[in-house]
């Protein structure tokens, strides 16, 4: 798997060719430019090689004729010559740390932490780089396992380190790194039936305190919201190196929708590594919106918000599939959603000696 | 205004002490002293308005300090001190003044000043004695006494005099070792509250500081917090007159009083000498018109007070143009008027008979022959001459025959009397003149500017003094500003600041016209916030209205708040809208400039850097610049930047012109500058012709791409803050950013305006009046003007600055 990451030449070439683009407008005596792959749900296309959804062929244009677009041809300049004085002196830094040194870039300073996140996506897309490339690692808060698998990690001396993520780890489970290539941990080997992503905390500790995870010989991973790419990533190595079903068990909302399709088809914002990232076989178990009404769950309206990105999913290519455009009709008709905790209407072992059993059964996996 | 002086007379009158207090107490809301708060302003208020008028007379720049300590917080006990720098009273007078009420220097007179009763003061002194006991101590100095006079003053409630003690003489010594010139301290103690707000002390003399921009105002609040209004302008308010009172404002009761308290000796001297506006020539015609006229055509000799209840109201419809005089005229070959000298006579304003009802005529000259057509008009209508008449007989004679004539004639007839006889003749009620109106005072454009500025710390002020107007004989002015921009609360509705005659009114909004005026403005379309469109917009800004008036009608004897009248309110929205235009104007010009700016950035900081950069990551030279800059601006771009030189104490004003464009281009710059304010333009290099009054032009090279063009002026004879922004126009072609299009119909449109203006200022309409030919028999060969409704004249300009753009985007 490390054929996905560059040496560092071929980085600085990308890297030079955004610069070259700009550099050789101006001398032409035309404003400069940065063109980039538009990257909005407009422009992903389910990539049947791959199994996941890309970005597509469109690509849009920044020109410096306005004065925020120029700030943002500035900053990608500065951002650079920062990745490239990185790559010479072998360091790296956080995105959070990029944003703080770019107080120092005078015009080329980032306005918020968002901004700089996105340039650094941008270049990603445009370089056809990694991140890890431009030795800039994430902020974003890893995912948390427990479940009997084996895994090593080299620590901080470059030693390698087994962890059973049932039994040497504590409540919190296995913390996943934001580094998870070969280089860095190692799948071992496992005894469980399937992997199970789970939205929120309240639900994965609830999973641990009856012993699911046992009782149903799965792996439990804490999403964490909308996941990290490191938590994706090792989900997709999981199911690929050890051939493991990967089901979702999410709230019933607009954005749990989201987070699946993330996960199984890729996301709109990291489609340009998609095929590292998403795990096509990924199954999304619930809550969906016909739970609602079959196990007559406690629920809330939706907002307009609400509302408003349903609406977005219709026209998502990702959510295409007929089954997806009615869960979604569904929940704009019922005009309401849930929680994953609200199962606890029916008492706190529901959730594991009924709800998910049936559910897992409908899968062929109880 | 009537009522308060009649509780002053009754309590003037003698009266036991008991019920003199009895009295206050039930009448003290008239007087403002209702709550323990309203009476601290009341106070404040009376104290102050007194100082600035009593200053202004005596033509003196006023220093006004207002102090407020509490004496007894428990008690609610006050002590106020005002001290001013204005004239003193002499020793005599201050006992009258602070003792008995209606002691006042000027109640017979009707102009434009702050107090108008002779109760103002006095009333303080008795509100702080019922309440508290204490006697008011006064120490007064005028200029042509080494020493200043104290006294203790009391009111002797039963005999309306003042009981004075402990008086004596003073030097009067200032904190800076130097003696006092001339000036009056007062201090009273009374029972009141200290309070911060809408409405407040504080409120109060900053919206008096506003209006006032000559004075300088210090106020120290009970906390010991100082509170200082600097005097923004040398220019003490223009002195202004006593007018008398112009007959089109005077009803038939109040006429009545007039004659009967008049010393004038016969009607003649009455109408000349009591009243504005009457020239010798009217004082015959009224008596004429009214049927006051001896056998010989002579005005009555009786004296006014014996005229009787009938020629009083004949009068009386006389000075409300009721009365007036009919006049012939004929017809000159091209069909224009002629006036016939002397061929009026007086009549009531019958309708001409075009009015009639077509049936009621078709009625009666059905069956009529050509014996009674002239019986049928006259009839109707007292609106023709005889030589019409003839001529009218005539012309139906030979089109419809001598009669009778059946309906189809009739109809034909009739028909030809309403649409196509001219009965040459016209009502024409006696001429007047205006009254004068240097009784007004406004504050002016530049001093409300100079004022708002002070009070309020905002960017953007706009000002308008309307010209003077009539209503029903009251000469009045309205004048408003407007500030807007940050340190404004934004969402909340903008703060009103009314004034009448200078003075503040801060209660009542809602019920006051000066309010309805705003109100009846839409201001979304100029940028301010108004849910539905209607009621106090909301925004960063704040709006002020003065009313100037020889009488300002108000709802209530509180005089909070003006009562309705609708030349006035016109005048008052038709100022709001311009207001409106100037907001609109400078919003769409921040805009603008907020986009050129950015552009700027860009190819002043952003691109450099780009290019720099660029350069530097690929290790080649760093590129030019020009072309990239010429695609990205693309456009050509005025930049004006006005500025104040403390130093050479000028107003610095720096023009330039660049092409970003990849053609050359030749223009010529047009710039407004305050020329009718009194400006002197110097160091202008670039020479440059005067396009018109307030407006300079400048013919510029032509500007190859890249190219730029600087001019530079100063403008002398300005203060600081008189003139912050120029306006920057151009000929030529394409667009140029920062600048507008000068428009040649425009110009010549501003052009004629400027004529008129300059010209003969709205004297026309007077002269017309006064200069009528009287004399002998002689055909006037000119029409005059008809008669012009008082007040509709055309407006006069309003600076430099306004101009501009008023006519170019015409009336709302
Ligand atoms: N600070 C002062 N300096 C000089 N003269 C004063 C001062 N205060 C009052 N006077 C004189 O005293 C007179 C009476 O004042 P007072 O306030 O009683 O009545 P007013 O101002 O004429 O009318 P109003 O009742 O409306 O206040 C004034 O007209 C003025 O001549
Ligand atoms: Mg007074």
Known sequence: MTDRTHSPEETKAALHD?????????????????????????????????????????????????????????????????????????????????????????????????????????????????????????????????????????????????????????????GVPYNVESEKLELIEHDVDFIMAIETGGMFDRLIENGFDEDHRCALVHLKGQPARSTRRIMKRMSEEWDLPVVVFADCDPWSYRIHASIAYGAIKTAHISEYLATPTATYLGITADDIVAYDLPSDDLSKKDIEALNAELTDPRFQDPWWQEQINMMLELGKKAEQQSLAKYGLDFVTDTYLPEKLAELGLA | MTEKRDIATRMAGNQKQASISEFFEKNKHFLGFDSLHRSLITAVKEAVDNALDACEEARILPDIRIEIRKADPRRDIIELEVEDNGPGIPRDSI??????????????????????????????????????????????????????????????????????????????????????????????????????????????????????????????????????????????????????????????????????????????????????????????????????????????????????????????????????????????????????????????????????????????????????????????????????????????????????????????????????????????????????????????????????????????????????????????????????????????????????????????QGGCMLTKAIESVDWRQYGLDQPGGNGVPKGPAAILVHLASTNVQFTSEAKEAVADNEEVREEARKAMLELGRG???????????????????????????????SAAILDREVPALAGSITRIMNAVIAQEETAWDKESKRTTVEISLRNYTAKARSYTLLANWPQREGAVMVDNEHGGRAEMTGVWAWKLETLKPGESATITFALDGLEKGDWTETDVFYRGAGDVIGASKMDDALLAELRRQEDIITGEPQEEEEEAMADEPEGPEVPAEDSPAPPVDEGGGTPAPSGPKQTLFDYTEGEA
């Open chain 2, 95 to 508: 006992a009258k003044v602070f003792g008995q009420l209606l002691f006042g220097s000027r109640f017979h007179a009707i102009r434009q000043s702050r107090g108008q009763q002779g109760i103002g003061i006095t009333g303080v002194v008795m509100y702080s004695q019922l309440t508290t006991g204490k006697p008011t101590h006064v120490r007064s100095k005028i200029a042509s006494e080494t020493t200043a006079v104290e006294m203790d003053l009391g009111l002797d409630t039963k005999s309306n005099k003042a009981i004075k003690s402990k008086e004596q003489r003073v030097p009067w010594v200032l904190e800076d070792g130097t003696e006092k010139v001339s000036g009056l301290n007062v201090q009273c103690r009374m029972k009141a509250k200290f309070q911060r707000g809408k409405q407040s002390v504080w409120q109060y003399l900053r919206m008096t500081s506003i209006v006032n921009p000559h004075a300088s105002i210090t106020f120290v609040d009970p906390d010991g917090e100082r509170t200082h209004w600097p005097r923004v302008t040398e220019r003490l308010p223009r002195k202004v007159s006593a007018i008398k009172p112009h007959p089109h404002g005077i009803e038939l009761g109040q006429l009545n009083r007039l004659a009967k308290a008049t010393k004038a000796a016969n009607l003649s001297i009455f109408l000349k000498t009591d009243f504005s506006g009457v020239p010798g020539r009217a004082v015959k015609e009224m008596c004429e018109v009214s049927g006051l006229v001896d056998a010989k055509g002579q005005p009555l000799k009786s004296r006014p007070g014996r005229l009787d209840p009938e020629q009083i109201r004949a009068l009386a419809e006389t000075f409300q143009g009721i009365r007036g005089y009919l006049r012939p005229y004929r017809l000159d070959h091209r069909g224009s008027r002629i006036y016939v000298a002397n061929a009026r006579r007086p009549g009531n304003p019958t309708a001409p008979i075009a009015n009639a009802k077509h049936g009621d005529l078709l009625d009666a000259l059905t069956g009529a022959s050509i014996d009674d057509l002239v019986g049928i008009v006259t009839a109707r209508t007292d609106m023709h001459w005889e030589e019409s008449l003839t001529e009218l007989v005539g012309a139906v004679g030979s089109a419809h025959g001598d009669g009778p004539w059946n309906k189809q004639a009739a109809d034909a007839i009739s028909k030809h009397l309403r649409k196509a006889w001219d009965p040459r003749i016209v009502f024409e009620a006696v001429k007047l003149l205006k009254p004068p109106i240097d009784c007004l005072s406004p504050i002016e454009e530049l001093l409300i500017k100079k004022g708002l500025s002070k009070t309020i710390d905002s960017r953007f002020v706009t000002t308008l003094t309307r010209a003077p107007a009539v209503s029903t004989g009251n000469p009045f002015q309205i004048e408003v500003g407007l500030i807007f921009g940050e340190g404004m609360a934004a969402d909340s509705a903008v703060e009103v600041l009314r004034f009448a005659n200078r003075v503040p009114l801060m209660y009542q």
């Open chain 1, 18 to 174: 955004v610069v070259v683009e700009m550099y050789d407008r101006i001398v032409k005596g035309e404003p400069p430019t940065m063109t980039l792959p538009v990257r909005t749900k407009n422009n992903i296309t389910f990539n049947k090689r791959l199994g996941v959804y890309k970005y597509g062929k469109s690509t849009s244009v920044r020109d410096a004729t306005s004065l925020r677009s120029a700030k943002q041809l500035l900053r990608a300049l500065h951002v650079v010559e920062f990745i490239e004085e990185m790559i010479d002196a072998g360091k790296s830094s956080t995105l959070r740390e990029m944003y703080y040194i770019s107080e120092g870039w005078g015009h080329g300073k980032f306005g918020s932490q968002n901004e700089s996140n996105n340039l650094a996506e941008d270049l990603e897309v445009v370089t056809k780089c990694l991140r890890e490339d431009f030795k800039l690692r994430p902020e974003e808060d890893g995912a948390r396992i427990i479940g009997n698998i084996t895994l090593q990690e080299r620590n901080r001396r470059g030693e390698w380190m087994r962890i059973n993520a049932r039994d040497d780890v504590g409540d919190s489970g296995y």
């Open chain 2, 583 to 613: 907001l609109r104007k400078h919003l769409e010009k921040k805009k603008k400039l907020a986009k050129t700016q950015e552009k700027f950035e860009l190819i002043t900081d952003i691109l450099p850097a780009i290019a720099e950069k």
